[in-house]
């Protein structure tokens, strides 16, 4: 089955302590991007990658980091997480940017 | 500023009923659309995307697109509750190469409630 698969779907943690979001594609996708999803704010692009070691800044960049080692997969590094980083997490690939992104089903992040 | 605009409704219509869902956005540049819907603490899903100007039709869903009024639409025919959901835009901006065309604005959504 072509799917986004997302671990782990939920999390607690404490400020300060490292944490990866993993994302993983089985559709041989060029594109993969990180949203996260806030009420009231929409969902807003954190970083995307056109290819394998090929990564740029979305629109809320800060206090994220990512790699793209893989074409199949794109972990999302949260090194020093902090309350405001609390959100639902939403990895998406699509065949290249232009073509639909397919989503995965989302990381519930609680940072305390 | 890359901007995509919804009214955040709640819109609410009868069963049966049409539903019409609108999007603006900032940028006449702008190559592709997508509408997405998304069920309460689901991921989106893509429901239609468009590319031209005109109507796109799929099923029960139409999707309308006028680039020189920056606009476009979802009509949803025969409206069933199981299309109780927020529904979101997505614009691809900028031309077919450059920064802003690698990514996509997400509108706010607008929840839609199909009264039975």
């Known amino acids: 089955e072509a799917q986004v698969t997302q671990n782990p779907r939920y999390l607690i943690t404490v400020t300060g302590k490292k944490l990866t979001v993993t994302c993983s594609q089985n559709?041989?996708?060029?594109?993969m991007s990180w949203y996260r999803q806030d009420p009231g704010l929409g969902l807003r692009q954190i970083y995307y990658s056109m290819n394998v070691e090929v990564t740029d800044k979305g629109d809320v960049p800060e206090g994220y980091k990512v790699s793209r080692k893989e074409k199949r997969n794109f972990p999302l590094i949260l090194e020093s997480p902090s309350p405001n980083q609390t959100s639902l997490y939403f990895c998406?690939?699509?065949?290249?940017?232009?073509?639909?992104?397919?989503f995965g089903p989302g990381t519930r992040l609680t940072v305390l | 500023q890359k901007e995509v605009e919804q009214n955040s409704g709640p819109l609410s219509v009868p069963e049966g009923a049409i539903a019409s869902l609108n999007c603006t956005y900032s940028?006449?540049?702008?190559?592709?659309f997508f509408w997405y819907r998304q069920y309460s603490g689901k991921s989106p899903e893509l429901i239609m995307s468009i590319y031209s100007n005109g109507d796109k039709e799929d099923g029960r869903f139409t999707a309308q697109l006028n680039k020189a009024s920056q606009y476009v639409s979802l009509l949803i025919r025969d409206s069933q509750p199981s299309d109780s959901a927020t529904y979101l835009c997505a614009v691809r901006y900028g031309g077919y190469s450059g920064a802003g065309s690698y990514q996509l604005t997400f509108g706010k959504g607008t929840k839609l409630s199909v009264i039975p």
């Open positions: 940028d006449r540049v702008s190559q592709s």
């Open positions: 998406a690939s699509s065949l290249d940017y232009t073509d639909t992104q397919y």
């Open positions: 559709m041989n996708h060029e594109y």
